[in-house]
C-alpha cells in the first residue's frame, strides 16, 4: 500500500468506527467534546503509525484502545486537577474514578446503547437545529467538517464552529448522556426524526446550489435512519421515516430527465425506479404498521410515497387510499404545502372540483405565495374544468415563480395553449 | 455508491451448524445496523445449480454440482458504502468473520447518475 492507500483506508475505516468509537469514550469520560478530540488524537496516531506499519488486522480494536489509554490520561489529569481544585467537590473525583475502572467493562458491552445515547445528545433540545445536523453528521455520520461544509454549502470555518459550539454548550448544560424515557422520549425523538429528515431533505430536494439533487446527502440520511431504525425496532415512526426515505430515494434517478430537467412524479419512467429501495422501504413501513397504533406523520408519508411505489403506472394509483391519508396527515401536521398535496389527491379521486375546492381554501396562505405549485396546480385543475381564462392567468404566474427555466417554458407553453382554449397539458 | 461483492470458496459437503447460521444471522444484523448492508443472500449447494453458457451461438447447460471448479460461489452482499476503500473494508471484516479461505470479488454497481444541474 501506498501512503495515500493507507489514507484513503483509515478515512474508510474511520467512516465506519467513528460512531462507535466517540460512543463508547463519552459513556467513558463523560463529555462528548472529550470524547471526540480523544478519539480524533487515535485517528493523528493512526495516520501517523500506520503507513508504516500497515494497517492493523483489526483496525477498529486499535483505534479503540489507543482512545482508551488517551482517555485514561485524560481522566488521570482531569483528576490531578480537581485536587487541586477541590470546589470541584468529589463527586465528580468519583464519578471520574468510576469511570477509569468502567473503561474495560465498556469494552465488551454491547455498543449500541452508547450509540443511541450519542444520538440523542447529537439531538439535543439545548442546541439549534443546524448545530443538530452537524453535530449528528459529523459524530455519527463520520462526515469530516469539510464534508459537511461542503453538503450544506457553507464555509468550513463556520462549520467548524457551529461545531465547538454545540460541544461548548451540551457540557455548559451537563446533559446527562442517556436516552430519555417516559414522556420525554417522544418528543425527544420527534427533534431526532426531524434532523434525519432535514438531512434527507436538502439531498433531495437541495435548497442552495446549481446541483437540484444531492444524493450523498441522502445516503447519509438513509444510513443514520437505518442504523437508528435497528437500535429502536419499537418505534413505529423511526421505521416510517425510513420508509419514507428509501421510497422516495428510490426515484431518484427517474426525477431528473435527459437534459438535467426535473421530472415530476406521475411523469416519472417507473422503470428507473429502485426496485431494492421500493423493497426495503415496504419492508420498513411494515414494520411500522405491525407495530400497531395510529400512524404517525413519517409513517403516513411512508404509506403516501409506499402507495406511489405500489403502482406500476400513474393509471394504477390509489388515489381514494392518498384521500385518506393526506387527510390524516392534514389533521397531524397541518400546513399549506400538506393541502396542496391534498388537493392533488381529491382532484385525482373525485374530479377538478373537489381538487379545486380545498385548493382554493389555501390560496391566500401568506406562506404560499412564493410556492410555484400553488398557481400550478390550481391552473390545471382550471383548465380540466374548462375554465381557460383564470388558468392562464394561474399558469403565468407559476411560470413567473418558478426558478427553474424547463419548468418555466412547460408553464409557458401551457398559458398559451389555455390562450386558445385547450387544457394544454 | 453499491458494490456486489460475491463470495467464493471451497464448498463444503456438510450443510452450516445451528450455531454457524446463528453466528452469520447476528453478523447480518450488526451489519444492516450500520445501514451499510443493502441485501445478501447465501447459496446453496451447487448440486442444486446449474451453468448456463452461451458459445458461438449454440447455448448449453450444465448442471451442478461444479466438482471441477476449486472454489464456488458462496452468496453474495450488496454494499452502501462511500468509497471502494469502505467496501473493501467491510469486505475484509466480512472474511475475517467467516474465517477459512475464500475470496470476494468487490465489483463497483453502475448506478445512473441522479445529479443535474439546475
Known amino acids: ?425 | 455508491m453499491r458494490f456486489l461483492s460475491i463470495y467464493k470458496t471451497v464448498e463444503r459437503k456438510t450443510p452450516p451448524t445451528q450455531e454457524e447460521m446463528d453466528r452469520m444471522g447476528k453478523y447480518i444484523e450488526e451489519s444492516m445496523k450500520s445501514g451499510a448492508l443493502l441485501a445478501t443472500e447465501g447459496c446453496l449447494p451447487s448440486a442444486l445449480g446449474a451453468r448456463i453458457r452461451s458459445n458461438g451461438g449454440k447455448i448449453t447447460v450444465i448442471d451442478g454440482p461444479f466438482t471441477e471448479a476449486k472454489e464456488v460461489v458462496g452468496g453474495f452482499a450488496l454494499l452502501q458504502a462511500g468509497s471502494k476503500e469502505e467496501a473493501v473494508e467491510l469486505t475484509k471484516r466480512f472474511l475475517a468473520f467467516v474465517g477459512g479461505d475464500g475470496e470476494c470479488e468487490l465489483r463497483q454497481i453502475y448506478e445512473a447518475p441522479a445529479l443535474a444541474e439546475r
Not at chain 1, 453535530?135 to 469530516?144: A, I, K, M
Not at chain 1, 460541544?167 to 418528543?187: C, H, I, Y
Open chain 1, 1 to 425: 500500500m501506498t501512503p495515500s492507500d493507507t489514507h484513503r483506508a483509515i478515512d474508510a475505516i474511520w467512516r465506519i468506527e467513528s460512531a462507535r468509537l466517540i460512543a463508547r469514550l463519552t459513556r467513558m469520560v463523560g463529555d462528548v467534546g472529550i470524547a471526540e478530540d480523544v478519539a480524533q488524537d487515535a485517528l493523528v496516531a493512526a495516520l501517523e503509525t500506520w503507513p508504516e506499519s500497515g494497517v492493523p488486522d483489526n483496525p477498529g480494536a486499535w483505534l479503540m484502545a489507543t482512545a482508551k489509554h488517551r482517555a485514561i490520561d485524560h481522566l488521570r489529569r482531569a483528576k490531578r486537577l480537581e485536587r487541586k481544585h477541590e470546589e470541584l467537590g468529589l463527586e465528580i473525583e468519583e464519578r471520574q474514578e468510576r469511570a477509569v475502572q468502567d473503561l474495560d467493562v465498556a469494552i465488551d458491552d454491547p455498543v449500541g446503547d452508547d450509540l443511541l445515547r450519542l444520538v440523542f445528545i447529537a439531538c439535543h433540545p439545548v442546541l439549534s437545529t443546524e448545530a443538530r445536523v452537524a453535530l449528528t453528521l459529523r459524530l455519527l455520520g463520520g462526515l469530516t467538517t469539510e464534508e459537511i461544509a461542503r453538503a450544506f454549502l457553507v464555509p468550513v470555518p463556520t462549520i467548524a464552529q457551529r461545531i465547538v459550539r454545540a460541544k461548548r454548550s451540551l457540557t455548559a448544560a451537563r446533559v446527562p448522556f442517556e436516552v430519555p424515557r417516559g414522556e420525554e422520549l417522544a418528543a425527544r425523538l420527534s427533534s431526532v426524526l426531524a434532523v434525519i429528515y432535514l438531512v434527507f431533505n436538502e439531498g433531495y430536494s437541495a435548497t442552495a446550489g446549481d446541483a437540484w439533487v444531492r444524493p450523498e446527502l441522502c445516503e447519509d440520511a438513509m444510513r443514520l435512519g437505518r442504523m437508528l431504525a435497528e437500535l429502536m425496532p419499537g418505534e413505529a415512526e423511526v421505521h416510517g421515516l425510513v420508509a419514507m426515505m428509501e421510497i422516495q430515494a428510490s426515484r431518484l434517478r427517474a426525477r431528473v430527465g435527459p437534459s438535467g430537467e426535473p421530472v415530476l412524479l406521475l411523469d416519472q419512467d417507473r422503470s428507473r425506479w429502485d426496485k431494492l429501495l421500493i423493497g426495503r422501504g415496504l419492508a420498513a413501513l411494515a414494520r411500522a404498521e405491525q407495530l400497531g397504533g395510529p400512524h404517525g406523520p413519517y409513517a403516513l408519508q411512508g404509506a403516501i410515497a409506499a402507495c406511489h411505489a405500489r403502482a406500476r403506472t400513474p393509471e394504477e394509483t390509489d388515489w381514494t387510499r392518498l384521500t385518506a391519508l393526506y387527510d390524516a396527515l392534514a389533521q397531524l401536521t397541518p400546513s399549506p404545502v400538506v393541502e396542496v398535496n391534498r388537493a392533488v389527491a381529491y382532484a385525482f379521486a373525485f374530479g377538478p372540483a373537489a381538487g379545486l375546492e380545498i385548493v382554493d381554501a389555501v390560496a391566500a396562505e401568506p406562506a404560499l405565495q412564493e410556492y410555484h405549485l400553488l398557481p400550478s396546480v390550481r391552473g390545471d385543475l382550471l383548465a380540466r374544468l374548462g375554465r381557460f381564462g383564470e388558468a392562464r392567468v394561474e399558469f403565468e404566474r407559476a411560470a413567473a415563480l418558478t426558478r427553474n427555466t424547463r419548468e418555466r417554458e412547460l408553464l409557458l407553453g401551457r398559458a398559451a395553449a389555455c390562450a386558445g382554449g385547450k387544457p394544454g397539458a
